[in-house]
């Protein structure tokens, strides 16, 4: 936002630029608002009050300190974008809108620090933005400005806070590599298991397997033996086999 120079008293006709929008009063009293474009105005009568860039715009929110829930004092900043909707009601309903909009930034800012604890802040940053910018929004809407979005930049917390959170990130840092050890030994030791219990089961099948294939090979020698007992033949051999042997046996008694 700026006010007109004086050159616009005097000159009738005057140009808007894209994206911009200039509020024209006459004699001290609201006339009319200029879109971009060429305009043709009264010398002396009328000139340019108020003029708006229509574009999205950024303000720097300076740091400022906060207490937390949990009684922590904070520093914080932030980034805020806004945008001129109604230049009218920005130029008549607030002396200075984008000042009105800063401030309003910096205490919606610390009241919703004042509803979360410390490491909320740093989870939550999200909805954080999003109540700020909700609580602008119902705020600045009648003064014609919209927040588009609003984004806290840095959180600092005390130096002695900082450390203890840093203590407690590195042992939880540690925690989970002993865990993730412990868990690996875990699964080394449980493949080890599996890996014995497969080799034991199939040295099992293997001895299994030979003790059958040796009960095979009996039985087909007692079922060779038996049916050559039946034949007659086989069997008066048998038997003379039998009688010469125990003739010698005899005889080499006697001797």
């Known amino acids: 936002m700026r006010r007109a120079i004086f050159g616009s008293l005097i000159l009738p006709l005057f140009q808007v630029p894209q994206n911009n929008a200039y509020v024209i009063e006459r004699l001290g009293k609201y006339a009319r608002i200029a879109d971009p474009g060429l305009h043709f105005k009264l010398p002396f009568v009328e000139y340019v009050g108020y003029a708006y860039s229509l574009k999205e715009q950024v303000a720097r929110i300076d740091t400022q300190s906060a207490i937390t829930k949990d009684n922590v004092m904070i520093k914080i900043d932030g980034v805020l974008y806004y945008k001129i909707t109604n230049p009218l009601k920005a130029s008549y309903d607030i002396s200075n809108p984008v000042a009105a909009l800063t401030y309003m930034a910096q205490t919606s800012m610390r009241s919703e620090i004042g509803k979360i604890d410390l490491d909320t ?125 125990s003739l010698r046996v005899d005889l080499g008694g006697r001797r």
């Not at 042992?171 to 865990?179: A, Q, V």
């Not at 299994?208 to 095979?216: S, W």
């Open 121 to 245: 802040t740093f989870k939550e940053r999200a909805m954080l933005n999003s109540n700020i910018k909700a609580a602008l929004n119902h705020a600045s809407k009648k003064w014609g400005i919209e927040c588009m979005r609003y984004e806290i930049k840095d959180i600092k917390p005390p130096e002695e806070i900082k450390r203890a959170m840093e203590l407690q990130a590195e042992h939880e840092r540690l925690k989970r590599n002993t865990i993730l050890r412990s868990e690996g030994t875990m699964t080394s030791e449980i493949n080890i298991a599996e890996g014995e219990k497969q080799a034991s089961v199939l040295r099992g099948e293997g001895e299994a397997a030979r003790i059958l294939q040796e009960a095979r090979g009996l039985v087909k020698s007692l079922q060779t033996i038996g049916k050559s007992l039946e034949d007659p033949r086989t069997c008066l051999l048998y038997t003379s086999d039998a009688a010469d042997d």
